[in-house]
């Protein structure tokens, strides 16, 4: 059964598209403005508000991507988070794909994977993306966030300022968010 029929049997129709369009949709008033904010709260409202980031519909490579990682583990049963480093050579016109997960809810240290993308940088390869995705408990529908957390940001403004990372990509499995490395400071980090 795919994730989507998966999530529509445990929710509902009703919950399931309200879920996802809460998610995939721009509202200004997607946290109550009279709430104080935390980092990551701040962040997510940076998205959903239109002020950073553009929200669109998953692409093929990126549901490709998360399914890779769902046939691993199962995001009801077992989830986990992972992040897939995708670099262009445009004069060889290639696509490499760096892929880091484990079996625990969050990826493991990418260590061996910036020592590689470190050497492609001085092979004509670029840091196009870092595609990284977010569920939430049941608790919450399962329906990640479609905003950087301030770990994730800290992560991206890494990855810019070593790797020259061009674009972060946060995808919930239904929608991604794209924020171009111009706006990474703009986000709440550590």
Partial sequence: MAYRDSLITLLGDRTFSGSVQREGNLDAHYFNTNELLNGDQKNAALVHNGTLGHLRR?????????????????LLGHPTEFVAY????????????YFCS???????????VFSAIEK???HGWKLKYALHNHYEPDT?????ILAPSMSDVQMFKMMKEEYALETALITNGFHTVAIENDDFH???SY
């Avoid at 079996?103 to 260590?111: F, I, Q, R, T, V």
């Avoid at 919450?140 to 990640?144: D, P």
């Fill in 120 to 122: 492609d940088l001085g």
């Fill in 102 to 112: 484990s079996d625990e809810p969050w990826p493991p240290k990418h260590h061996v």
């Fill in 58 to 74: 998953i692409n093929f490579t990126e549901a490709q991507l998360l399914n890779y990682q769902l046939t691993r583990y199962p």
């Fill in 186 to 188: 703009r986000f709440e």
């Fill in 86 to 97: 995708i670099e262009v050579h445009e004069e060889e016109e290639l696509v490499r794909v």
């Fill in 140 to 144: 919450n529908n399962y329906v990640g």
